[in-house]
């Protein structure tokens, strides 16, 4: 635990906002299959095996002030963030979705939302993964 000069208990707001942002992509992720109806594709299970785990680690983590849980947190963080990258790009570039064509199910092409031209739910996803990682980068010396 954190301890200020006093010996009082110093808290740290990092893990809060990465635990809320994970929160919210999650949440984000279940209207999106259980309410609105669309079939996650592959990469799709692929983010959410990385981000959900965020959302029980970072909650437990923010309650007990445990900023310890960054070193196991953060490679979530960043290979989920990965993995949103590449589906972005599938979907985005032409001729990128030929490096690993979906094989079976929903195509990991499919852009079930497109605000704005390029908002997808990858984007949604990396824009998680990308401020999660830089919160919990930042809050590794706070």
Known sequence: ???????????????YFAWLIS?????????????KGFIPCELCWYQ???????????????????????????PLSIIGGGISLFHYLEQKV????AI?????GV???AEY?????FITIPFLALTAFILITG???LGRKA
């Open 94 to 97: 032409p001729g990128f979705a």
């Open 107 to 109: 195509p990991c092409t």
């Open 48 to 74: 959410r095996i990385f981000m959900y785990p965020l959302s029980i680690l970072l909650g437990i983590a923010t309650f007990f002030n445990e900023r310890q849980i960054i070193k196991y947190t953060l």
């Open 135 to 137: 919160i919990l980068w």
């Open 113 to 117: 939302i497109n605000w704005f031209g």
């Open 100 to 104: 690993k064509p979906c094989t079976q």
């Open 23 to 35: 929160v919210i992509a999650t949440l984000g992720s279940l209207y999106f299959s259980d309410i």
């Open 1 to 15: 635990m954190n301890t200020g000069k006093d010996g009082a208990s110093k808290k740290s707001y990092h893990l």
